[in-house]
């Protein structure tokens, strides 16, 4: 039979292995219910943040609220400089972050996939026990704090640059996406070991080095433990920090506000948004990110669909 013809008889819906129609249309009902359960809490958030605090406090959350308003924005834009010198250290902190992360990860985890590696069982240990056991808080802060690590932006990235879960993921990855025999190959011609990691293996593993480094880049974006730990000068605070100071701040000064300044500064107070600022600031927070996401699909979906197919 012509596969052309048949392509034709059976219509633009032929799928190899294509499930019924009627199936075909529930699972489609379902990605996209799916796919609004994920959209929607977002959409939420960005129309509270948009919401007058007085239509909040009258009708409570809601797709429709009563009066709409930016000036839960405007309070967060009148802060300034802070703000956005908050901003830009996040963004510091993620890119170098996230690239040392990465090139860390790579590495150890061509030393664990690598079977010819002598020292290979020992560094594969060391991961494995370092996910079950720590040293603690306190010794932590206190090594990190001698070897100066405070006020500065190593102290923000540095203790959270090794991830041994992420050795694991990438040792992984390398085992289904690399074969052995075209590293052998590669040291046949004469190719050192990191030319071939760098010139052979890294192109072959994007797909996994970009989950990496998603994952690196959102944990170092959203981090603000870090910072209460070791920094101290307010022109270092990361983003996510500043923001929930300033969160803190607010609801500090309206929980103190009859005893600070009387009733001038009750009323001033109260007329600050709340609930719409926070929500402004969880979009001021998502955004930059969720903008970025883009860039690694390409890379995730190839990702998943590694070792779907076996030869």
């Known amino acids: 039979m012509n596969p052309e013809k048949e392509y034709a008889r059976m219509g633009k819906r032929s799928i190899t292995n294509s499930v019924s129609l009627p199936a075909e249309v529930i699972i489609h009902i379902i990605t ?18 948009f919401t007058e605090e007085s239509s909040l406090s009258s009708i409570g959350y809601s797709f429709f609220p009563q009066a709409w308003s930016a000036e839960a924005y405007d309070s967060l834009f009148k802060v300034g400089r802070p703000l ?26 061509y030393g664990m996939f690598r079977r010819d590696y002598p020292y290979r069982k020992f560094f594969t240990f060391i991961a494995f026990f370092t996910m079950m056991f720590g040293g603690g808080l306190a010794p932590t802060v206190m090594v990190c704090r001698a070897l100066g690590l405070n006020n500065n932006y190593a102290a923000l990235i540095i203790p ?29 011609d004469g190719s050192g070991e990191f030319n071939t990691l760098f010139k052979i293996v890294v192109p072959i593993a994007k797909p996994g080095i970009a989950t990496i480094a998603l994952l690196n880049a959102l944990a170092y974006w959203n981090d603000w433990y870090l910072a209460l730990l ?14 929930m100071q300033m ?18 500064a009750m009323e001033a107070l109260a007329e600050m948004p709340s609930e719409s600022l926070r929500m402004a600031l969880c979009v001021f927070i998502v955004v930059p990110i969720a903008f970025a996401y883009p860039f690694f ?15």
């Open 247 to 264: 969160q803190n701040n607010i609801e500090f000064l309206k929980r103190n506000a009859a005893i600070m300044g009387g009733g001038v």
């Open 297 to 311: 699909q390409r890379y995730i979906v190839a990702g998943l669909t590694i070792g779907a197919v076996k030869e």
């Open 84 to 109: 956005w010198l908050s901003f830009f250290n996040s963004i510091v902190i993620t890119v170098i972050g996230t690239g040392l992360s990465v090139l860390v990860c790579i590495m150890y985890s």
């Open 160 to 188: 959270a640059l090794v991830s041994p879960f992420n050795f694991i993921v990438m040792r992984t990855f390398f085992k289904t996406s690399i074969s052995e025999s075209l590293i052998e190959s590669a040291a046949l």
């Open 32 to 49: 996209a219910a799916f796919v609004i359960c994920c959209i929607l809490p977002f959409i939420f958030i960005i129309i509270i943040s």
């Open 230 to 243: 070791y920094v101290d000068v307010r022109d270092m605070y990361p983003l996510q920090y500043f923001l």
